[in-house]
């Protein structure tokens, strides 16, 4: 049984929303569900303008035969205050060529029409609270990992350009009219601002994935709790702020030896309890982040709120599995998995807390015995050669900008817009390594390695990605690398593989 979109939308079930028009953009026909959410009229009347211009865009991309799909559009309806996000699929309708056409014209498929079709991301009103949460979760979670690749593909250019102008204007420029230092400080801050969003995107995409190392590795917990805390900046700094709550930072994270562990685990750790904190401070209060040294116990780190705090008999089952204070809104989970984690890692963590008074946590990891690891000898590079590289790229953007970071290294590039024509040049050229990015069109990465290695079983092939999902490895591919893209990382890349 269906069930209504909203109860202000009257009697429309939840089907999918599609509406047909013209190369041209003239409506062609709409079904019920569309009028209702997107209106009678114009076929974009209930969009903002700078989206209007991009669905009108969408159109003429879908009318020249590209497939657009996993676009978000936010509507506002009449009858709702908060405007309502809308994932939607631009689809191109060929008409097949007549049967006495002449084969010496292009007489391929023609696209005559579009269809649109998408739905609305919202919960419709019978659904329980707790079926509302996962709908809204499962939403916010899809129209992340549309803008995650957009996002990743800005920052390709960002990062990709911002080298190119370094290695054009450097200290080593003279131009009267120019002041070069201040003009490479400048073009080095954007480089870094591109860096740390990069990082943060990166982090993102590993909590969101929650991937685990096979096995641990030397970490700093300093960055890992640096880390956490621009994660989890909306929950205590932006969303407060909004709520007219006000919740301070006392950060002082003092440079430690390195531990053994797993960089993904303790953020899992950390990021709970700073959300933990924030949940504990309803009226506001500091929140204390504290790292440091002491020589009986080793690396220490501190997470501190002064919120409403906990009773002992409440204090000494925090970390039983399945018991919680947050009634439905908790799963009794976090700081069992936490505790387990902190015990993986050969740590062992304190809680002191009083009622009213707040609730410290304090965490104590053994270092990283420098005596078993020896320092590494630094070794003489070895010699870098020029390699004939393939690039295939839907983006324009990215594959100039591959193409004149690569060239500054000696390499020769050929470019392909298509898997398709990936293909036909690779057959009429000799290539040392191809790059592929995994989101095309018609023809994403994936299925062009594999049509690639079929005839060039021997050729590597590194797949570009800028999506959280990375999807399972294969041997069709040799690496993957993950956008945005520096030429230092490019290069140790091309020296693996070939």
Request: glycine share 8%; aromatic share 6%.
């Amino acid at each position: 049984m269906t069930e209504p979109i909203d109860a202000a939308f009257g009697p429309v079930e939840t089907e999918v929303l599609t509406a047909s028009c013209t190369v041209a953009g003239a409506v062609v026909h709409r079904n019920e569900a569309w009028r209702q959410l997107l209106g009678a009229g114009d076929l974009w009347q209930r969009l903002a303008p700078p989206d209007v211009e991009l669905a009108e865009q969408r159109i003429q991309e879908a009318g020249c035969g590209s497939l657009v799909t996993n676009e978000i559009f936010m509507v506002q309806p009449p009858t709702r205050d908060e405007p309502v996000p809308v994932l939607l699929n631009f689809l191109p309708v060929h008409e097949p060529p007549p049967p006495d056409a002449d084969d010496t014209i292009d007489a391929g498929p023609r696209v005559t029409a579009v269809l649109v079709t998408g739905e609305a991301m919202m919960e419709p009103s019978s659904w329980t609270g707790t079926q509302t949460k996962r709908h809204r979760l499962e939403s916010l979670g899809r129209m992340t990992m549309g803008m995650v690749h957009d996002f990743n593909n800005l920052l390709s250019g960002i990062l990709g350009y911002t080298e190119l102008l370094l290695n054009e204007v450097g200290p080593q420029t003279r131009a009267a009219e120019i002041d070069v230092p201040s003009l490479v400080h400048s073009l080095q801050t954007i480089q870094k601002a591109a860096d740390d969003g990069s990082s943060l995107i990166e982090k993102i995409q590993e909590y969101i994935r929650q991937e685990k190392r096979t096995r641990f590795e030397a970490v700093d917990l300093p960055t890992i709790l640096q880390d956490c805390l621009a994660l989890t900046r909306p929950y205590w700094y932006n969303e407060p702020r909004r709520q007219g709550i006000a919740i301070e930072l006392d950060e002082d994270l003092q440079p430690t030896p390195a531990i053994m562990g797993s960089a993904v685990e303790l953020r899992e750790v950390f990021i709970n309890l700073i959300l933990n904190a924030v949940h504990a401070m309803p009226k506001g209060g500091t929140l204390t982040v504290k790292t440091f040294v002491e020589e009986d116990q080793g690396v220490m780190a501190t997470v501190s709120d002064d919120g409403v705090g906990m009773s002992p008999s409440v204090r000494e089952k925090i970390f039983e599995p399945l018991y919680t204070t947050k009634g439905d809104d908790g799963s009794g989970m976090g700081l069992a998995v936490a505790y387990g984690i902190v015990q993986e890692h050969d740590g062992t963590v304190d809680v002191s807390s009083a009622l009213g008074q707040g609730t410290t946590f304090q965490f104590a990891f053994p270092p990283v015995d420098r005596r078993a690891a020896p320092a590494d000898v630094p070794t003489e590079a070895p010699a870098q050669r020029p390699v004939r590289v393939l690039v295939v790229d839907d983006e324009e953007m990215v594959r100039s900008v591959l193409q004149r970071l690569l060239s500054l290294r000696g390499h020769e590039v050929t470019l392909a817009s298509s898997g398709a024509e990936g293909l036909e040049r690779a057959r009429e050229q000799s290539f040392d390594v191809v790059f592929a990015d995994q989101a095309m069109p018609v023809m994403n990465g994936r299925q062009f390695a594999r049509h690639l290695r079929e005839d060039f079983p021997d050729l590597p092939i590194v797949l570009l990605t800028g999506d959280t999902d990375i999807g399972d490895p294969e041997h069709a591919f040799d690496v993957v690398l993950s956008k945005p893209f520096k030429l230092d990382v490019l290069e140790a890349t091309i020296q693996e593989v070939v």
